[in-house]
């Protein structure tokens, strides 16, 4: 069964550092993988997927991932953090194969930004 | 246009009392799904309906029924409400399942609070 650990229950960076939160996978076959972002009081929006092909994804608001297969992470990253990444957000992994019919989220981080 | 829409937004009941959640899309997809976000944020799958077939169906109470008229329409019924069932109710959908590397899109989310 997949399964998802997210490193940091709470990480608070300054404006403009780097931003890394952590995501550890286990799977049985080769994943799919997903980052997902909460903001305040809304639903949860896609950042960036890992499916196949390169191993290092781009995804919106300057965010982007590596998939790591030796070390089973997919850790998210950001060269220059803004007040607007202030939010939860949630890695998750899914199996792969069109039959398969869910994925699982992990326990989110939320990542605060200080001025 | 709002892709996913969910009513009530805010919904404060007593314990004992019935309640439903409604939930609509118009992006066109096939599969939707009630997921059940406590308040430490953790995120758990509920149901999922694909082509108004349900496809997933974890270990929830009996007490909540799911019900799909048409693809772009899934609701939740709960009966017998219970001080545990208070949590943010988030319905999304995707075109396939997910767990085959789609993404999912999410509504605001149904704040439900039972007293």
């Known amino acids: 069964a997949q399964s998802v650990t997210q490193l940091g229950s709470h990480v608070s960076v300054s404006e403009g550092a780097l931003v890394l939160l952590r995501c550890n996978y286990s799977s049985s076959v080769p994943p799919y993988l997903f980052w997902y972002v909460q903001y305040p009081n809304q639903g949860l929006q896609l950042l960036l997927k890992y499916t196949t092909g390169a191993t290092l994804v781009k995804g919106i608001n300057g965010f982007e991932a590596e998939f790591k297969k030796s070390e089973t992470s997919f850790h998210l990253t950001k060269p220059s953090a803004h007040m607007s990444d202030a939010a939860e957000y949630f890695c998750a992994v899914s199996e792969t194969g069109s039959s398969a019919s869910k994925i699982i989220f992990g326990s989110g981080t939320r990542l605060s930004i200080r001025p | 246009d709002t892709a996913v829409s969910q009513t009530p937004k805010y919904l404060v009941t007593q314990m004992g009392n019935d309640k439903s959640i409604k939930c609509e899309q118009n992006?066109?997809?096939?599969?939707m799904y009630w997921y059940k976000q406590d308040s430490k944020k953790f995120l758990k799958i509920m149901f999922s309906?694909?082509?108004?077939?349900?496809?997933i169906n974890e270990t929830v109470p009996n007490r909540f029924s799911p019900k799909s008229p048409d693809k772009a329409h899934l609701n939740l019924h709960i009966n017998s409400l219970e001080l545990g069932d208070s949590a943010v109710y988030f319905c999304?959908?995707?075109?396939?399942?997910?767990?085959?590397?789609?993404?999912?899109?999410f509504g605001p989310g149904t704040r439900l609070t039972v007293l």
């Open positions: 999304a959908s995707s075109l396939g399942l997910a767990g085959g590397g789609r993404e999912q899109f």
């Open positions: 309906y694909n082509n108004k077939e349900l496809i």
């Open positions: 992006l066109g997809h096939d599969t």
